[in-house]
């Protein structure tokens, strides 16, 4: 990365408002200080790249310090908030939406906050969706529940259509919970409102649960993902021992990404196998994944399989590449497709008990844990300090452990991976004992 302005922020305009925060701007009175304008935080922390701006003499590529300006752009009494959820469920979703509504109302006196209802559907009136009020009594309990109090729905409407109904409401902010396809939506909303020279925020809050978020930290819900389904790894582990050579098979989410299989299985440290995206394996040979298997079996007399949705995909000689609503490649079901391959390999060979659990639904409907809830808390707060600041087309997320502020162009530019050569793989592959490659 050698372009220094990466990460710089677009802001609608000069905020001309006093924020009505009583907050400080004086060191060491025990009241927390506004954030100022010029506040950076160092993006990449490793020596070489200190060693590298240290010898080159150039500064390091920061990103924008989140939370509350002194001066906002919006006068909060007569603005008005959207908050619109999109794309799969996920924990975490209305502990957002809660946390958006509290901070625009008790926060800022924001008066009017509306839900747009079903993703971007609630934003094309031929859908038929009225838009829903938000008041702090609505939304106070829905934290303790999974799933999205607004709905969602997958896929994109006309960018021109949705930008016609934000102005015709007279929405000043938009807040859009979501994954990647979400976040390029919202981005291209915010693209069109600069066109039209219009004075509308737009903000992401970045949702996947699979992790799969470049640049970020963690997206909100993945703690809770794998936390619900580390029980369940245990529970399949406890099937696979009361038989002789018995195997269970756990699928769990992760389109592209490995993260909540890996993580799961190291939490609940009683997997054998980890077979995730980021790694191809071959199922035949020496070194493939059933003798690999067939060997634990000899040793062990059971296994533990945990399997992420989207791997093994080159398995499928005759795959047809078919995408959904979102554009996302819908895969082969991984998880069937080894159940019937490991029952044919051991067919005439050892008697072998197949147990299959797809946990996945289960999983993502789960309400936040407490670690989810205090995240998505802080995700929402700073979200509405930018977009009351007058910045438009960011995210607001953690990096690095601290809260910053990301253009939305630059965390949808690539999804995250595990690193096949890095600490928490190695971590996966201690924990399970399988071998560094299968095939």
Not at 259 to 269: D, E, G, K, N
Not at 299 to 315: F, N, S
């Amino acid at each position: 990365m050698s372009d220094k302005n990466i990460f710089n922020i677009e802001n609608l305009g000069a905020p001309t408002y006093r924020s009505p925060l009583q907050l400080s701007t004086v060191e060491g009175d025990h009241i927390f200080n506004f954030v100022s304008e010029s506040d950076r935080l160092v993006f990449d922390l490793s020596m070489d790249y200190y060693n590298h701006c240290l010898n080159d003499g150039e500064s390091p590529i920061c990103m924008e310090q989140a939370g509350p300006r002194q001066d906002i752009f919006f006068d909060a009494k007569n603005a008005t908030a959207a908050i619109v959820t999109c794309g799969g469920l996920c924990p975490g979703i209305n502990n957002v939406i809660r946390g958006l509504v509290m901070a625009l109302h008790y926060f800022y006196g924001v008066k009017k906050i509306v839900g747009i209802p079903y993703g971007y559907e609630g934003l094309n009136p031929e859908k038929g969706h009225e838009l829903v009020e938000l008041t702090p009594d609505k939304v106070k309990d829905i934290h303790q529940f999974g799933g999205t109090f607004l709905g969602s729905s997958r896929g994109g409407q006309d960018v021109s259509v949705m930008v016609d109904t934000l102005e015709s409401n007279k929405i000043d902010m938009l807040f859009a919970i979501g994954g990647d396809g979400t976040l390029k939506g919202v981005n291209a909303i915010g693209e069109e409102i600069s066109k039209r020279d219009a004075k509308i925020s737009v903000v992401g809050i970045p949702k996947t649960i699979d992790n799969d978020i470049d640049l970020i930290d963690e997206s909100f819900g993945f703690q809770t993902a794998f936390d619900v389904a580390s029980p369940i790894l245990r529970d399949a582990h406890n099937e696979a021992t009361g038989a002789y050579n018995g195997i269970s098979i756990i699928k769990l989410m992760g389109r592209d990404s490995g993260f909540i299989a890996a993580s799961a299985a190291l939490a609940m440290p009683v997997v054998n196998f980890v077979l995730v995206p980021e790694m191809n394996f071959s199922l035949e040979g020496e070194n493939g994944f059933f003798a690999a298997l067939e060997q634990r079996l000899l040793q062990k007399k059971h296994a533990v399989i945990v399997v992420a949705e989207g791997a093994g995909q080159q398995l499928f000689k005759e795959r047809q590449i078919v995408t959904d609503a979102s554009g996302n490649v819908q895969h082969e079901d991984i998880g069937v497709f080894l159940k019937e391959k490991i029952s044919e390999y051991f067919k005439g060979k050892s008697p072998v008990t197949i147990k299959y659990i797809d946990p996945s639904y289960i999983v993502r409907c789960a309400p936040a844990n407490s670690s989810d809830s205090v995240y998505c808390s802080r995700l929402a707060y700073h979200a509405v300090h930018g977009a009351m600041a007058g910045k438009t087309k960011f995210v607001a997320s953690r990096v690095n452990n601290r809260y910053v502020y990301i253009p939305i162009s630059e965390v949808t530019k690539k999804r995250k991976k595990i690193d096949l050569e890095g600490e928490f793989w190695f971590s996966v592959l201690q924990s399970t004992g399988q071998p560094f490659f299968l095939g």
